[in-house]
């Protein structure tokens, strides 16, 4: 009977506090193609696994271009600057 009053004082304890999951938000700074900046916090995307800012790539026709600036601006593109919310 004890063991069992000791098993539910311990799920009582643990559903009177949930474990709180981190958050973020604000405008969000680019750094890379999988990576944002808000406030001081640098939060990689989850599974997203883009070149870093500075790796270059070769094309179909075995051409050089900078792939890792090309995710940046995508990125960008798609939410720069825009307020955000990320939790983790």
Do not use: K
Not at 28 to 57: M, Y
Not at 59 to 73: F, N, S
Request: with cysteine; proline share 3%.
């Amino acid at each position: 009977m004890a063991r069992l009053i000791s098993v539910l004082l311990g799920m009582l304890v643990f559903i009177a506090n949930p474990v709180q999951a981190e958050e973020w938000r604000g405008p969000a700074r680019v750094v890379d193609g999988d990576t944002i900046a808000i406030g001081d916090a640098r939060l990689r995307l989850i599974a997203i696994d883009a070149p870093e800012g500075a790796q270059a790539c070769r094309d179909a026709h075995q051409q050089d271009y900078d792939c890792g600036r090309e995710a940046t601006r995508e990125l960008e593109r798609l939410i720069g600057g825009q307020r955000v919310r990320c939790s983790g």
